[in-house]
């Protein structure tokens, strides 16, 4: 697969690689990343291989692009991608996130601005403007249809959903809420194109988390696994769901929904099964400093290498749960925005079944990960007891041919690109609260029982660490 020849440019870890990969004798792969590093108001930024025609280039087709969730840590710098690539965005969001940073007294890294002072820097450094709208399309579904026929969106992109596993298993309350606001805005939404008439095609943020974590028996595919069922018959099924949290629970609900819609009113539906994001910045949110981004640190919404790069610049052992051996898939957030992209540049036709991409750049143990990132800071590994319930280790190999052979060149994990999110942490270090950095939400009752001695006030910040660049 394209990725893993891409993901084995960093020797150390190559034996950490699930899926299949060609390599020199040497262990070295010969394929390269298209692109660079460089530096923006000091900032390193990766500056990504250009997939598709920009605004002015003859074959450019603009869209009118609704994007729901769009304040939130994928929908903000997607949205400016749209934006800046020449397409008309519309950003909805409810900023459901920023209360819960409130109810949980724990607020980004990075000082993110209110939405409208956000699109108005956008408007003053490209001259292009980005529409704001507060809308809960779980409960004002009224205002969602109005919006859409006001709009008459080419497409939706569906970001507006619960993300987190950890707030979804914290307690009773939020899984009601994860449910409620995940299945019902899904539905919404659906409901919602059909009543205002129009053909938009809908692009929906899913997750990796859908298939399970070792639970094929080999390679993932793309959404649709080939079956023999009783009698010799050979069908092309859905790939049997297998969520580890309620959070998971609630995109697998929202595949089968698709399904349904798909079959049923012939709506048109991308569905992308994303891995963890990483990094903070993208090229466009580096522009100005009222455009950053949002960097979640604590245990129940800081995604794992973020977390680790956010401890390992502060002096603070690397929190790995369990052993370490859990195998996920990983994508940096401007593939995210690049993929999103590509999906709105190639909706299925009408009458096309729903079309799944995984979206991930690439494969590693978290394990492996934590030593990466205490070889580049010189912090600690501290295992910690696992607060979720899975394996303590799992093999994961999947597909992403689909993203590849439409022309994306994915980020890999890269000492290099470490730098950025390091120099974020240091900027922002006297926003840390190291009391919320140890997990907070537990699986079930074994699993918080196994968790009870850690103690959130033990956690220290120690003296800011240099990574082995000097930076």
């Not at 409810?94 to 002072?117: A, K, M």
Request: glycine fraction near 8%; proline fraction near 5%; hydrophobic fraction near 35%.
């Amino acid at each position: 697969m394209k990725f893993l020849y891409i993901a084995a440019c960093i020797p150390a870890l190559a034996a950490s690689f699930t899926a299949p990969a060609t390599f020199t004798s040497n262990g070295v792969a010969t394929h390269k990343i298209v692109g660079s590093n460089s530096l923006i108001d000091g900032t390193q930024v990766f500056n990504p291989f250009e997939l598709k025609a920009k605004e002015g280039d003859a074959d450019f087709e603009k869209k009118k692009i609704i994007v729901l969730g769009g304040d939130g840590f994928c929908g903000w710098p997607t949205s400016l991608h749209l934006s800046d690539a020449g397409h008309d965005v519309v950003i909805v969001d409810n900023l459901s996130r920023r209360n819960i940073d409130t109810e949980l007294g724990c607020s980004s890294l990075t000082p993110i601005q209110p939405p409208e002072v956000r699109v108005q820097a956008w408007k003053e450094v490209s001259g292009k403007e980005i529409t704001f709208k507060n809308i809960d399309i779980a409960k004002e579904y009224d205002l969602l249809v109005q919006l859409i026929k006001d709009e008459q969106p080419d497409s939706i992109v569906h970001f507006a959903e619960q993300r987190a596993a950890p707030y979804s298993m914290k307690n009773s309350k939020t899984k009601r809420y994860t449910i409620d606001n995940n299945v019902s805005g899904s539905n919404n939404l659906c409901c919602a194109i059909i009543d205002a008439e129009v053909d938009a095609h809908i692009v929906h943020l899913g997750t990796m988390g859908v298939y399970g974590y070792g639970t094929s028996g080999g390679e993932i595919p793309e959404g649709y696994i080939d079956v023999t069922l009783p009698g010799g018959r050979e069908a092309n099924i859905l790939h049997p769901a297998h969520p580890g949290s309620i959070y998971h629970a609630t995109k697998c609900l929202d595949a089968i929904m698709w399904q349904f819609y798909q079959k049923n009113d012939d709506l048109r539906i991308t569905d992308l099964h994303q891995g963890i994001v990483w990094g903070t910045n993208t090229p466009q949110t580096i522009k100005d400093e009222r455009l950053v981004n949002r960097f979640d640190y604590d245990g129940d919404y800081g995604t794992v290498l973020n977390r680790f790069l956010m401890q390992g610049a502060m002096g603070v052992p690397l929190t790995v749960y369990g052993t370490g051996g859990q195998t996920r898939g990983f994508i940096h957030v401007t593939d995210t925005a690049k993929c999103i992209e590509i999906a709105v540049d190639n909706p299925p036709k009408k009458g096309d079944r729903v079309e799944i991409f995984n979206q991930i750049a690439e494969t590693r143990r978290v394990r492996d990960v934590a030593a990466l990132v205490a070889d580049q800071t010189g912090v600690e590994v501290n295992n910690i007891p696992n607060p979720r319930q899975e394996a303590a280790e799992n093999e994961l190999d999947v597909s992403n041919k689909k993203f590849c052979n439409l022309g994306l060149e994915p980020t890999t994990l890269d000492a290099g690109l470490f730098d950025e999110v390091t120099q974020i942490v240091k900027k922002y270090k006297d926003r840390c609260d190291p009391t919320k950095i140890l997990p907070a939400s537990f699986w079930n009752k074994k699993r918080a029982q196994e968790c009870a001695d850690l103690d959130p006030n033990s956690v220290k910040l120690g003296e800011e660490k240099e990574t082995v660049n000097g930076v």
